[in-house]
């Protein structure tokens, strides 16, 4: 029986002895230029209505969009803006921004980013019959 | 956002997807890929970032601000996600009237076997060749240099 890396490997190997994954032969006509975006949204349609396609297409967007929306929607609950945030954490709003898009932030980077909109970060270990609240100073690398 | 694509990626998610309609395996893919692409559409640059679970990142090496959406993000436990199809999909952002943006999608690939050397010739494809083709058919819509 093969294991789940096997039968991927070999569904990559499909797509790659096809040439699709080879380099650009270029000279695409005029057409082909003008079709082509047309031409990806139909490609996405044709598998539109196959259930395996349509729930890794539904789980892979829904962690994209959480991941987005976390931080985005930490400031607007405080009525912040990214430059007001910048003044606090005295960083440029483009840094805020790119703290925004961030979905995997180190815990300094986000417990200063709470203090800025003027909320203080808790966390708890949660088992099944105990909670427990880590102090988030004992975890940040003296300094911070 | 607006997306446009070059004629070599539609080619391959054309064949992506004739391939997913007879493979179980390749149709999640499929539709991790489709995913990818309605987020880029949706979030534009918030989806980027330089953490490995992010769902684009920057590609370093490029003098243009080239980006690649990731299927298949390495993570600290397979920083090379050796054994699945490792999706990077390249795509620049051109600039649009009145000051906007557009992503433009380029080039689609399997990063399995080469890790990142995968990025060299397809970096230096980009630049030699799509972009310089993208740009004569659309010179009003350049693609962003990076800033010295």
């Known amino acids: 029986m093969m294991s789940d890396d096997m039968e991927y490997e070999s569904a990559a190997d499909k797509l790659a002895g096809s040439s699709a994954f080879a380099g650009d032969p270029g000279g695409y006509s005029d057409q082909e230029w003008e079709t082509a975006t047309k031409r990806v949204e139909a490609a996405r349609r044709r598998l539109a209505d196959n259930p395996a396609a349509a729930r890794a297409e539904a789980e892979t967007y829904a962690s994209i969009r959480t991941r987005v929306e976390t931080l985005r929607a930490i400031r607007r609950a405080r009525g912040l803006t990214q430059s007001q945030i910048s003044a606090q954490l005295e960083i440029s709003q483009a840094e805020v921004s790119r703290m925004e898009r961030r979905n995997n932030l180190q815990l300094t980077t986000l417990a200063r980013f709470v203090e800025a909109v003027g909320g203080r970060l808790r966390i708890t270990a949660v088992f099944d019959n105990q909670e427990v609240e880590i102090s988030v100073g004992d975890l940040l690398p003296a300094g911070d | ?148």
């Open chain 2, 1 to 148: 956002m607006d997306i446009f694509f070059h004629p070599r990626f539609t080619h391959q998610i054309e064949q992506m997807a004739t391939a997913a309609e007879h493979d179980e395996v390749l149709t999640e893919v499929f539709g991790e890929v489709s995913a990818l692409l309605q987020a880029l559409e949706e979030f534009g640059h918030e989806i980027e970032g330089e953490q490995p679970e992010d769902a684009s990142h920057r590609i370093v090496s490029s003098r243009y601000e080239l980006f690649a959406l990731r299927r298949t993000p390495p993570t600290v436990y397979t920083p090379y996600a050796q054994g699945r199809p490792v999706i990077r999909i390249v795509y620049a952002w051109c600039e649009e009237a009145a000051g906007s943006e557009a992503a433009v999608v380029m080039h689609m690939g399997d990063k399995a076997r080469l890790g990142n050397t995968w990025y060299d010739g397809v970096v230096r494809q980009v630049e030699e060749t799509m972009i310089r083709d993208w740009e004569h058919r659309h010179p009003r819509r350049r693609i962003q240099r990076k800033r010295q």
